[in-house]
Every structure is written in structure tokens, then in C-alpha cells.
């Protein structure tokens, strides 16, 4: 059995003291794999992210990493923001270099690594533009590469392509997947896209919709050691898709 | 620059200019001009006795600058504006990122600052002779009461704007409650602050000239005042378009100084 890294045990989230959006999550996440967070919009994906990233208190239940409950953020996860969330005033470099910034890291280091993780997810010679200079996978290449900076263990992603076109979105997919052979890490990866979850995932969880809680869990155990874009012809993804979609279908009416 | 965003752009960006410095200098004067002459031609249709051409008004202008009327006026009416425009401006900001800050302090403070923006509040400034006699400070309390509210106003609007996936994203780095304050929040804030600098100046020069036409008759106000009274129109004229000019001076140095202190480009 794998390790896991993190667990998250009966979390229930209720909004405004009436909105249950979240509801019995028992989920456990593998170290160094990547794991989707599938389901309809306004299903709860977005709320239990930030469960996770300790940015909102559940209301019930809790979350662990490596056995130890979590209070708050972390240095052990780092957040990709579904709208980028950059600062309009600040180049990619000190957008990138921020997370360090924060932590209070010298000018000189802070650079130093954020020029480097800028140079791993492909934005070198843009690193003094400002973010409305850029297009919007260049937008997100940014903030992923904010997230690196800070070397957590687990990535944080919220539905960090949707806001790119459909060409953009394959790209970056890849991209991320070659870049996740070289950084170790642990991802939990919202996504709306059936396509996107199995295309990325070692293990997708599904969610149904209001209170959102965990349908299924299912597990595409697709060869991605060898080429990156042979994924999608392989008989496996498509019967998956397909698999996944007859399932969510009733939750989407 | 290598930017291969920028290989497939529309030549929109690089062809005709409208607008280039030196081209908006040249139109400025020119709507002048033509304000000018409108009102050369208006003073010499005989509308009124009180409404002197423009050539007249502007020998006035001249002849004040020289003969030492301007100068004594705003000998009296400088001092306190400047005290006053601190106070407004620091002030103002002060209290408008405190309340955007604290939200504790909000209920408190909003309700005063909404009445002093909204109520005409030009009516309480003959009130504060009763408090302050015939004084500098009465004017120093018209222009703070003028000004203050606005920018307290803007500078708390604009902290309230801020993104709020900007400040999570600044949570989820863990970034402290000053880090979050000087990089995340006044930066956005930055426009707003400015613009209620802006107004707060220009309510700090309605605030000057009240006072002094109201209450105390001194400086600019008593300037305009005394010659209205001796019928010198010309003069009355002259010293409204110094005081216009003074105050659209400051506020086009104001504009200059957040340009260079902060380039727009940064700001898309
Ligand atoms: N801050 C909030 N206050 C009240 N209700 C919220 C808030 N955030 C989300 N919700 C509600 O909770 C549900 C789940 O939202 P969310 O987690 O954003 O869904 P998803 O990311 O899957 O689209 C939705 O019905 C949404 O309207
Ligand atoms: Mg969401």
C-alpha cells in the first residue's frame, strides 16, 4: 500500500450556518502521486482545497499531514489559484519570488531561486514583464512557478487551467506532467474535466454535488513513463472516460 | 524584445498617436485661447458691469502680481491652507486605511464621514466662528472639514477593493499582517488613495476660500470680497483665476508626483 502524506477524516464545511457544501470527506492522498478532485461545478471541489490549504476552518472533521492535524497554511503545501491570483503591479519575478519574500528570505536568494523555477516551467526572458503583458498559461506558468519556489511537499492546484484555451490547456498539461517527473511532489488537482482528471491523475476522486461528498474513487492506473502524448490513444483513458462520465452523468442533472 | 505574445498583434499599437505630450500641451492652450476669447468678446458686449473682458482682467492680474496685492493675500490665506492640507491629507489617510484595516473601527467612524461627505456641510462653516473666533485655526477647521472626508472616504474604499484571491493567495504564502498591509494591500489601494488625495485638495481650496469669505475676512477671501465691494470687478476677476490657478497647479503636481512616483504601466 502506498504511504500517505495526507488524509482528510469526515471533513464537513457548512457556509453562512445553513450551506452545507461539504459533507463526510474521508480521503486519503498518496505520497508523490497525483490526485484529482472531480465533480460538477459548485460540488464543493474549490471549498475542500482550501480545506486542505488551511485557509478555511471545516466545520467538522479534520485534515492530517503525515498523522499531525494541520491550523492554517503551511510550508508543507503551496496553492496554484484558479485565477492565477498575481499582483497586477509586479513583474513575473517578484510575482514568483513572493511566496520567499514572505517567508523572509534575502533579495539575492529569493532570485536566485525564483529565476530558476522560472526557467523550469518555460518563462525565461519574460521575467520583468508584468502579468497583463502576458497571456493566460503564461499567467498560470507564473504562479506555478510561485508555488515551486517555496519547496513544499504537496501542490495545491485549482482548476489551474481552466482559464487558458483548449490548445493551451494540453500543453500545459503536459508540461506539468514532464515537470512532475523532475520535482517530486504530491499534487491535489481540482479539475471540472473528466478528460483532465485521467489524463493527470494516479487516482480521481469524485465528488456529487450538494453536499459534496465523495461518490467515487477510481484509479486509471495508465503508463505515463514513456511518451507523454501517447496517453490519450491508450484503450485504458478512453474506456475511462467513458467509465467516469456514466458515473457522474446522475449527479449532473 | 523577444516576445512572441506580440508577433501576431494588430498594427494599432504602433501606428497613429493621438495625444503624444507635446500634441495635448498645444490643445490645452488652445482650449484656453478659445475660453479667452469668448469671454473677450462677452465683457465687451456690455452684459454687465461686473463682467469685465478678459484683457482688463488679465492687466489686473499682471499688475497685481507686482504691486504686492497677491502678495500680502496669500501671505495671510498660505499658511493655513498648508496646515490644512497636511492635516487633511495625513489625516485622511490615516483614518481611511485604519477603517479599511480594522473593520472594528468601521461602524464607528463611517457613519461621521458619510454625513460629512453627503450634508452640505459649507452651512456649518459661519459655525465655527462661534468656536474659533476670527482665527487661523477656524480656517484650518473649514479645510479639514472640507477635505478630510473625502480622502478618508477613497483611501478606505480602495483597501476594501482589494481582491480577496490576492490576499488568500498572500495567506496561503503565510505572509504577516505587514508584509500582507505594504505589499498586497496598498499597492492596490494606491489608485483610490490618490484620487481621494485629489478631491481632498480640491476641498481643502473650497474650504480656504469659504472660510475667508464667510468668516474670515482676510487673505484670498477678503481679497475678492473687499473689491466686489469697491466695484474693481477686473480685480475680483483676477484674484478668483490666482486662486484657480494655484489650486489646478497643485492638483496637475500631484498628478506628476504619483506618475513618477508610481508609472501607470505597472497598473493594467
Ligand atoms: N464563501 C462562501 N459563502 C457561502 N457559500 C459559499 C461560499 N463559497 C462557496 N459557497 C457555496 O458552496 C458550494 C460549493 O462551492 P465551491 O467549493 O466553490 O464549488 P466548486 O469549486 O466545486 O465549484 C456552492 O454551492 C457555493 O455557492
Ligand atoms: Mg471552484
Known amino acids: 500500500m502506498d504511504d500517505i502524506i495526507l488524509k482528510t477524516e469526515d471533513v464537513g464545511v457548512i457556509y453562512d450556518g445553513s450551506i452545507v457544501a461539504l459533507e463526510n470527506v474521508s480521503l486519503n492522498v498518496p505520497t508523490g502521486k497525483l490526485t484529482a478532485i472531480l465533480g460538477p461545478s459548485g460540488c464543493g471541489k474549490t471549498t475542500l482545497l482550501k480545506v486542505i490549504a488551511g485557509l478555511i476552518e471545516p466545520s467538522t472533521g479534520t485534515v492530517k499531514i503525515r498523522d499531525k492535524e494541520i491550523i492554517g497554511p503551511g510550508p508543507d503545501r503551496a496553492l496554484v489559484f484558479q485565477d492565477f491570483a498575481l499582483l497586477p503591479w509586479a513583474t513575473v519575478l517578484q510575482n514568483v519570488a513572493f511566496g520567499l519574500r514572505a517567508q523572509g528570505v534575502s533579495k539575492r536568494e529569493r532570485e536566485k531561486t525564483s529565476l530558476n523555477y522560472i526557467k523550469e516551467v518555460g518563462l525565461s526572458g519574460f521575467e520583468d514583464k508584468y502579468p497583463h503583458q502576458l497571456s493566460g498559461g503564461m499567467r498560470q506558468r507564473t504562479g506555478l512557478a510561485r508555488a515551486l519556489t517555496v519547496n513544499s511537499d504537496i501542490l495545491l492546484m485549482d482548476e489551474p487551467f481552466s482559464a487558458v484555451d483548449e490548445q493551451m490547456r494540453r500543453k500545459l498539461q503536459e508540461d506539468l506532467l514532464e515537470l512532475l517527473k523532475i520535482e517530486n511532489k504530491t499534487v491535489i488537482f481540482v479539475t471540472h474535466s473528466i478528460e483532465e482528471a485521467v489524463y493527470l491523475a494516479d487516482q480521481v476522486v469524485i465528488l456529487s454535488g450538494r453536499p459534496g461528498s465523495i461518490a467515487e474513487i477510481v484509479y486509471p492506473e495508465i503508463d505515463r513513463l514513456g511518451e507523454i502524448d501517447l496517453i490519450r490513444r491508450q484503450p485504458r483513458y478512453v474506456e475511462l472516460v467513458d467509465e467516469i462520465w456514466s458515473s457522474l452523468k446522475s449527479y449532473v442533472e | ?268
Open chain 2, 1 to 268: 524584445m523577444s516576445d512572441p505574445n506580440n508577433n501576431f498583434q494588430t498594427p494599432t499599437n504602433n501606428s497613429v498617436k493621438f495625444g503624444t505630450k507635446s500634441n495635448l500641451l498645444l490643445w490645452r492652450l488652445l482650449s484656453f485661447l478659445i475660453v479667452f476669447l469668448i469671454w473677450e468678446l462677452a465683457g465687451r458686449a456690455d452684459i454687465s458691469i461686473a463682467f469685465p473682458p478678459f484683457s482688463k482682467v488679465a492687466v489686473a492680474f499682471v499688475s497685481m502680481i507686482f504691486n504686492g496685492e497677491f502678495t500680502a493675500a496669500y501671505a495671510d490665506s498660505l499658511p493655513p491652507l498648508l496646515i490644512g492640507l497636511c492635516i487633511t491629507i495625513i489625516g485622511g489617510v490615516i483614518i481611511g486605511i485604519s477603517i479599511g484595516l480594522v473593520r472594528s473601527t468601521e461602524w464607528f467612524i463611517m457613519p461621521l464621514l458619510i454625513i460629512f461627505q453627503t450634508a452640505p456641510v459649507s452651512a456649518l462653516i459661519p459655525m465655527l466662528t462661534y468656536i474659533y473666533g476670527i482665527s487661523d485655526t477656524a480656517k484650518v477647521v473649514a479645510i479639514v472639514i472640507l477635505g478630510m472626508p473625502l480622502v478618508a472616504l477613497n483611501s478606505y474604499k480602495g483597501i476594501q477593493a482589494t481582491n480577496p484571491s490576492l490576499l488568500e493567495m498572500a495567506k496561503s504564502f503565510r505572509a504577516s499582517w505587514f508584509d500582507t498591509i505594504l505589499f498586497v494591500i496598498l499597492p492596490s489601494a494606491q489608485k483610490m488613495i490618490f484620487a481621494g488625495l485629489r478631491l481632498g485638495v480640491s476641498g481643502a481650496f473650497i474650504g480656504i476660500v469659504l472660510a475667508e469669505l464667510l468668516i474670515t475676512p482676510t487673505g484670498i477671501g477678503d481679497l475678492i470680497t473687499y473689491n466686489r465691494f469697491v466695484a474693481h470687478y477686473d480685480k475680483m476677476f483676477a484674484t478668483i483665476i490666482s486662486i484657480l490657478a494655484v489650486a489646478g497647479l497643485t492638483l496637475g503636481g500631484m498628478r506628476k508626483l504619483e506618475d513618477l512616483l508610481f508609472p501607470s504601466e505597472k497598473n493594467e
